[in-house]
T-cell receptor
Framework: ETGVTQTPRHLVMGMTNKKSLKCEQH?????MYWYKQSAKKPLELMFV???????ENNSVPSRFSPECPNSSHLFLHLHTLQPEDSALYLC???????????FGQGTRLTVV | AQSVTQLDSHVSVSEGTPVLLRCNYSSSYSPSLFWYVQHPNKGLQLLLKYTSAATLVKGINGFEAEFKKSETSFHLTKPSAHMSDAAEYFCVVIGNEKLTFGTGTRLTIIP
């Protein structure tokens, strides 16, 4: 248990659906991250939030929409996804600045 | 700029034999270095970290890594492999930027 909780653990959605991934941390961190992990590809950083403000968006398609209402919660809203978006989505948190991150268990997303 | 290279995509060892997972890094700043482990369908767990203190770092589950500045390496070792060590291992570097991950090394343990 790392102190970072992701829900749901598994999600199957159609290409026309709208769903949201949730991440919650109780570690007192001020930075939160979304990563995408696809089979046979390096871990991809998607978004970074520091003190609730988005500080990085790595050219992620607009069908992925992040939301950070406070430093403890992070959401990833999904709509009109494609099959190639199927992956493990990992949330992480850290103290601000270059330091190690703590990861959640991930959400296994399958787009059908 | 910073980067990390994991030299082996897949390593297989017999149970009870030593483990060596290799990692080389590049950083314009004094780096912090980490190893993470990921078991199937799980998140990444911090195994150990180097942050400019002792160059030999001990982590969980009997793993350790040695920071060698002259070789820009941070290899992960364990004296005796256990079946539960089968997982994917990621080397990570931080210079003055965000975490940069290696491509991972899949460790297989042969009974």
């Amino acid at each position: 248990e790392t102190g970072v909780t992701q829900t749901p653990r598994h999600l199957v959605m159609g290409m026309t659906n709208k769903k949201s991934l949730k991440c919650e941390q109780h570690l007192g961190h001020n930075a939160m991250y979304w990563y995408k992990q696809s089979a046979k590809k390096p871990l991809e950083l998607m978004f970074v939030y520091n003190f609730k403000e988005q500080t990085e968006n790595n050219s992620v398609p607009s069908r992925f929409s992040p939301e950070c209402p406070n430093s403890s919660h992070l959401f990833l809203h999904l709509h009109t996804l494609q099959p190639e978006d199927s992956a493990l989505y990992l949330c992480a948190s850290s103290h601000t600045g270059p330091t190690e991150a703590f990861f959640g268990q991930g959400t296994r997303l399958t787009v059908v | 700029a910073q980067s990390v290279t994991q030299l082996d995509s897949h390593v297989s060892v017999s149970e009870g034999t030593p483990v060596l997972l290799r990692c080389n890094y590049s950083s314009s700043y004094s780096p912090s270095l980490f190893w993470y482990v990921q078991h199937p369908n799980k998140g990444l767990q911090l195994l150990l970290k180097y942050t400019s203190a002792a160059t030999l770092v001990k982590g969980i589950n009997g793993f350790e890594a040695e920071f060698k500045k002259s070789e820009t390496s941070f290899h992960l070792t364990k004296p005796s492999a256990h079946m539960s060590d089968a997982a994917e291992y990621f080397c990570v570097v931080i210079g003055n930027e965000k975490l940069t991950f290696g491509t991972g090394t899949r460790l297989t343990i042969i009974p």
